[in-house]
């Protein structure tokens, strides 16, 4: 069957906002169905629009408060939002967090907020790809801000948040232990640093940590992350924090190293889809399915090594 008439209309409806729309594209990139490369190239063209935020930390502390008050202070200036929020650990689309549904009971109410949960499905990975792609089907639909959230471990969460125009981190007061895992991984890809719970004790000494931090490490771009401290149930800094985004924003729009990160992300998206195309087609078969449960058995009993068998999948 063509697929193409389809698509075409589906396209259509996406430019012209339709959420509904926007909801099965995304399923279809999810799925990674026979015509989502189809769909994504004529996606394509119709994106660079919206202003994509991503926003990461450690579960708690208080990422999905700060994405619902932004996405607030967004609406009130009349803006569309797109909010994606990725987690892993969760195999239902629609998220298992309480205060998540809450969030999406009171945003997903206004037709001009589109809320989405992405999980992996499977065995085949592909969640960064599926979330990019998500963002962009977002960004075709015009949403002006498209805000991904992820949990600040894996390494894929990590990637996804630096495709994103402005990186966000959100830590809160007493980080104690916190800081070390902070200076291994995640500082190197904050634009700006939000304190959040700043209505706790410590959150002077953790401001004092962050930049005595922060003044170790001098970006190639010479921007110098701010560090915004916020109250997010009671929307307390969200202002700072919007116009820090902007801020960001111009910069990165004005600097050479702003095209210099772009090819970086365009770089690693063709990886990335390089890397799912490549594992896709290797398991397509059912019979190659079965080999990998076989092979996972034989090495798992150390009686073959992983080398061989990947060799082994890729001979066939
Ligand atoms: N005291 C205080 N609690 C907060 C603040 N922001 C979020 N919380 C609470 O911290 C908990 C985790 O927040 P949530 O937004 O779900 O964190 P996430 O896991 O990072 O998305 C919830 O109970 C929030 O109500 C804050 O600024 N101050
Ligand atoms: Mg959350």
Not at 61 to 77: I, Q, T
Not at 128 to 145: E, M
Not at 235 to 263: D, P, V, W
Request: glycine share 10%.
């Amino acid at each position: 069957m063509d697929s193409a008439p389809n698509n075409s209309s589906l396209i259509d409806r996406i430019a012209a906002g339709d959420t509904r729309a926007v909801a099965r594209a995304i399923s279809k990139v999810e799925d990674f169905s026979a015509d989502a490369a189809a769909l994504m190239k004529q996606i394509f063209p119709l994106t660079g629009r919206g202003l994509v935020i991503g926003i990461t930390g450690a579960p708690g502390a208080g990422k999905s408060s700060l994405v619902d008050k932004l996405a607030l202070h967004y609406r009130r200036a009349g803006e569309r939002v797109g909010i994606v929020a990725v987690d892993p650990s969760s195999p239902f689309s629609g998220g298992a967090i309480l205060g998540d549904r809450i969030r999406m009971q009171t945003l997903g109410l206004d037709p001009g907020v589109f809320i989405r949960s992405m999980a992996t499905r499977g065995n085949l990975g592909g969640l960064a790809r599926s979330t990019v792609d998500a963002v962009s089907i977002l960004d075709a639909a015009g949403y002006h801000k498209i805000i991904i959230e992820t949990v600040g471990v894996g390494q894929d969460e990590v990637e996804v948040v630096k495709a994103a125009d402005v990186c966000v981190v959100v830590l809160v007061p007493g980080m104690g232990d916190d800081i070390q895992a902070i200076k291994a991984g995640i500082m190197e890809i904050g634009d700006i640093f939000v304190i959040n719970k700043a209505d706790r004790e410590g959150v002077n000494t953790t401001e004092k940590e962050l930049e005595a931090l922060l003044s170790l490490a001098m970006r190639d771009d010479l921007w110098e992350s701010p560090i915004v401290k916020t109250v997010a149930p009671e929307s307390k800094g969200i202002q700072e924090l919007a116009a820090a985004i902007e801020k960001y924003r111009e910069f990165h729009l004005t600097s050479k190293s702003g095209a210099g990160r772009r090819r970086a992300i365009a770089r690693w998206r063709i990886l990335e889809l390089l890397r799912d195309r490549l594992v896709a087609q290797t398991l397509e078969s059912e019979s190659a399915s079965e080999k990998l449960e076989l092979l996972a058995g034989e090495v798992a009993s150390r009686r073959r090594d992983p080398y061989s068998a990947v060799e082994e999948l890729l001979g066939k």
